[in-house]
């Protein structure tokens, strides 16, 4: 392998240019010469890039072989050098003499592409201080024109490999100077077709993403934008373990809020350029709170007490609900949701995950982000086309923000994960029919169960529903009705709501009704007009959940008639052993058709009960 011979052209005033700023070469005006070897090479790049200070024979050695110098590297550098001197000729103005043991090349610094380069840089950088911005571009482009591919490519050694690293920023840094001038002019679209690539190279260059964002926000593309920085600022935590820079953030912060200043470019329609500026309305999707909320003060004290903490320590605050099919999470979420508003003044917003929807297909977050974006002042337009785009929009748009988001019904983590807010002072409230374990682990969240009611609170309940009176009257109906719908307040809402439409009927007639509805208590608590409504559909969703093996250990639980019982009683009722046992009882456990009471003690409510032997009369 030779070095290449430089291009035609090139007019500097010297009889011997140089260049580093590519595959080395030596020119004279009367004559090609190519400097040879690729050793040859490297012996005259350490000497260029010494700018004329001496250097020893040991120097040259090292610079070429590195530690890896064989015994006759002292011989070579010298044959090197004769035959370099011979390539400038006696009568040149560039000198290679021997001083002090050591060798010294002395040229014109017009001579080297490497000084030419920095002079035009310096003069751009002169006129960019005195405004001349088309000036500073002509003196940059001339300064990058001079590259003729990667600095000292193709020549050996530790010397060259580290002079290639510093070249390189060098050209960088100019090309940062020279897209900067474009973006200052105006030049939005054109900046950012040369940055995207370059930023892409260099995915860590703050000041690239900086130029990139600016461009964009300039072309009308706001969203993208965004994106980028949030793209950037992952990859500088995941890979360096930091934060972006302060000019990086403060472009982001004036971006978000409409309020980066660009420059004003005679001849420019102002209109045209001026980015989608983000509305001042706030979201508020709440559903409509319930006027009151029985038995669930101490579970909302603790979402109360989670959101004050968050604050003080300047951490999202992120609460996953969970527990049985009809204990009320959706209502539970609603109403905290709404006593919370005052933490949340920049918004709140709400979202039906359909984890275990009647069609038993969840929604994609893809769209649920959509909707959120939308109603964060997001044209449509503007909005990423992937999940992962649109989750770091969404959460850029939450940033510096109070928000809280409501996320109903989870699927599991997947879906959840780019729905969840990444910045202080905002909270995602989660439900969720499934032990969602991998969020809480991922995300540090504070897993919430809700119980079925307390007797007293079931009565409260029916008191607030049916009037005092009423009840007050008849408290052993009021006992037996709680016991049939099994405390659940899904199962006392569709009771109170059809004993309130016969104020008349007397509640032990009632209580009589709903025992004798049909083979199981589970007929008692159906909905011909919403199927949420109903109680047997409602833990069909999360028995349609289980493997083959937890549902037959389900379905067998039902020979046992008590609530309560243990993994022995379990094994020896269904003839497996009591590993099998436990497995499949995790099983349940996860989407709270059992609950684990105790080591090795489990229950389950009634009407699950009363649906596990449902199931087993229909399933052999």
């Not at 959509?370 to 940033?399: E, K």
Request: charge should be neutral; glycine fraction near 8%; charged fraction near 20%.
């Amino acid at each position: 392998m030779r070095c290449a011979l430089p291009q035609e052209g090139i007019t500097v005033q010297t009889d011997v240019q140089f260049s580093v700023l590519g595959p080395v070469r030596l020119h004279r005006q009367d004559a090609d010469t190519g400097p040879g070897q690729p050793r040859q090479c490297a012996v005259l790049a350490s000497l260029l890039l010494r700018a004329g200070g001496p250097v020893s024979l040991g120097t040259l050695v090292e610079d070429v072989w590195g530690e890896d110098a064989p015994p006759s590297a002292i011989g070579s550098i010298r044959t090197y050098i004769y035959r370099l001197r011979q390539a400038l000729g006696e009568d040149s103005n560039s000198t290679l003499k021997l001083i002090d043991g050591g060798y010294s090349l002395r040229i014109k610094p017009e001579a080297l592409d490497l000084n030419r380069f920095k002079q035009a840089a310096a003069k751009a950088r002169g006129a960019r201080l005195n405004g001349d911005l088309p000036s500073a571009t002509t003196q940059l482009s001339k300064a990058l024109e001079m590259w003729r591919g990667i600095a000292l490519a193709g020549v050996p050694g530790p010397f060259a490999k580290t002079q290639r690293r510093v070249l390189d920023q060098l050209r960088l840094a100019c090309m940062e100077d020279h897209l900067a001038c474009q973006v200052e002019q105006g030049h939005y679209a054109e900046a950012a077709a040369e940055l995207a690539p370059l930023l892409v190279e260099h995915p860590l260059r703050e000041r690239l993403c900086e130029l990139l964002m600016i461009a964009l926000y300039g072309a009308g593309r706001q969203s993208e934008a965004l994106t980028l920085y949030h793209t950037t600022t992952h990859r500088l935590r995941q890979r360096l373990g930091i934060n972006p820079s302060p000019p990086l953030q403060q472009i982001h912060e004036r971006i978000l809020s409409g309020q980066l200043v660009l420059p004003h470019i005679a001849g420019h329609d102002t209109k045209k350029q001026q980015p989608y500026r983000q509305p001042s309305a706030t979201p508020a999707q709440l559903p409509p709170a319930l006027p009151r909320l029985i038995g669930r003060e101490k579970e909302h004290e603790q979402v109360e007490h989670l959101v004050c903490n968050a604050a003080a320590s300047h951490n999202v605050a992120i609460c996953v609900v969970g527990g049985m099919a009809g204990v009320g999470k959706t209502a539970f979420a609603t109403t905290t949701a709404h006593r919370l508003i005052h933490h949340f003044p920049d918004g709140q917003l709400f979202a039906d995950l359909q984890g275990a929807g009647p069609e038993g297909t969840p929604r994609d977050p893809t769209d649920v982000l959509n909707g959120f974006l939308q109603s964060l002042g997001v044209r449509a337009n503007d909005i990423p086309t992937t999940r992962q785009d649109r989750g770091l929009m969404f959460r850029g748009l939450l940033a510096n923000r109070r928000i809280l988001v409501v996320l109903d019904n989870a699927h599991d983590t997947e879906q959840l994960r780019e729905l969840v807010p990444g910045t202080a002072g905002c909270m995602a409230l989660v439900t969720s029919r499934v032990q969602l374990h991998s969020f809480v682990a991922t995300y540090q969240a504070t897993p919430l169960t809700l119980l079925p009611l307390s007797h007293a609170d079931s009565r409260s309940f029916l008191a607030y529903r049916l009037g005092t009176s009423r009840t007050a009257a008849e408290p052993a109906a009021v006992d037996r009705i709680i016991q049939l719908a099994g405390h659940l307040p899904l199962a006392l809402s569709n009771l109170a709501a059809r004993a309130a439409f016969r104020p008349q009927l007397r509640l032990e007639n009632l209580a009589n009704e709903y025992a004798l509805a049909g083979q199981s208590v589970l007929d008692a608590f159906t909905s011909d007009e919403d199927s949420a409504l109903d109680v047997r559909a409602s833990i069909m969703q999360s028995y349609r959940t289980l493997d083959t093996e937890a549902a037959r250990l389900f379905r067998g639980l039902s020979a046992n008639r008590a609530l309560t019982f243990s993994a022995p009683q379990v094994a020896n009722l269904t003839k497996q052993t009591e590993q099998q046992v436990r497995q499949n009882l995790s099983h349940l456990i996860r989407v709270h058709l059992v609950s684990e009471v105790g080591p090795g003690r489990y229950n389950w409510n009634s009407l699950v009960a009363a649906f596990a032997s449902e199931q087993a009369n229909i399933t052999p």
